[in-house]
């Protein structure tokens, strides 16, 4: 069946660090992928996704790209700041409309 | 102008009671979703509904029934609470092949 595997955490680092948190994935056919963030004592929030191989999705400095090769959709940020601290999820969508998430990875960021 | 607005945001309750979660969503999607997230913050699909049609029901005890009496409202029903349905559960909607929109979560605590 599908599924992701994300970087397990917690993941610290300093303010102005750069970030990557892997993910891969499994599944049949040609999946959309997807991060969301969850801060503290919110409901997730799509940060980005991708729809194609070698799309890179994009938004409040974070980047990923479909690597359809590696089977691979890591997240980048180049510089964190300590309001980027929340769980982030890769998660995948397949052309029959199902989804499937990692299991999150925390990230904590100190000043 | 909440997207997918979820109530109670907090619900404490003996063991034993029935409890019932309401969802709504104002973004015209079609299709909604139940997710429980546990407190390792592992999220499992519980269920979906595509136009008030049940798509997706996942090993879920049958103390557990959704209803969807129209495409924007998906409720969800539990019969004898017990301990081990502690958690957060998240109501979220869609529509294509876009990401998810989440709730804000309702904490549900059984004592």
């Known amino acids: 069946g599908d599924s992701v595997t994300q970087m397990e955490g917690p993941v610290t680092l300093s303010e102005e660090a750069f970030l990557t948190i892997n993910c891969t994935y499994t599944a049949t056919g040609y999946p959309s992928l997807f991060w969301y963030v969850q801060y503290p004592g919110e409901g997730l929030q799509l940060l980005l996704k991708a729809t194609k191989a070698d799309d890179k999705g994009s938004n409040k400095g974070f980047e990923a790209t479909y690597r359809k090769e590696t089977t691979s959709f890591h997240l980048e940020k180049g510089s964190v700041q300590v309001s980027d601290s929340a769980v982030y999820f890769c998660?995948?969508?397949?052309?029959?409309?199902?989804?499937?998430f990692g299991d999150g990875t925390t990230l904590t960021v100190k000043p | 102008d909440t997207a997918v607005s979820q109530t109670p945001k907090y619900l404490v309750t003996q063991m034993g009671n029935d409890k019932s979660i309401k969802c709504e969503q104002n973004?015209?999607?079609?299709?909604m979703y139940w997710y429980k997230q546990d407190s390792k913050k592992f999220l499992k699909i519980m269920f979906s509904?595509?136009?008030?049609?049940?798509?997706i029901n996942e090993t879920v005890p049958n103390r557990f029934s959704p209803k969807s009496p129209d495409k924007a409202h998906l409720n969800l029903h539990i019969n004898s609470l017990e301990l081990g349905d502690s958690a957060v559960y998240f109501c979220?909607?869609?529509?294509?092949?876009?990401?998810?929109?989440f709730g804000s979560g309702t904490r549900l605590t059984v004592v």
């Open positions: 509904y595509n136009n008030k049609e049940l798509i």
């Open positions: 979220a909607s869609s529509r294509g092949e876009e990401g998810y929109t």
């Open positions: 973004l015209g999607h079609d299709t």
């Open positions: 998660a995948l969508r397949t052309n029959a409309g199902k989804s499937t």
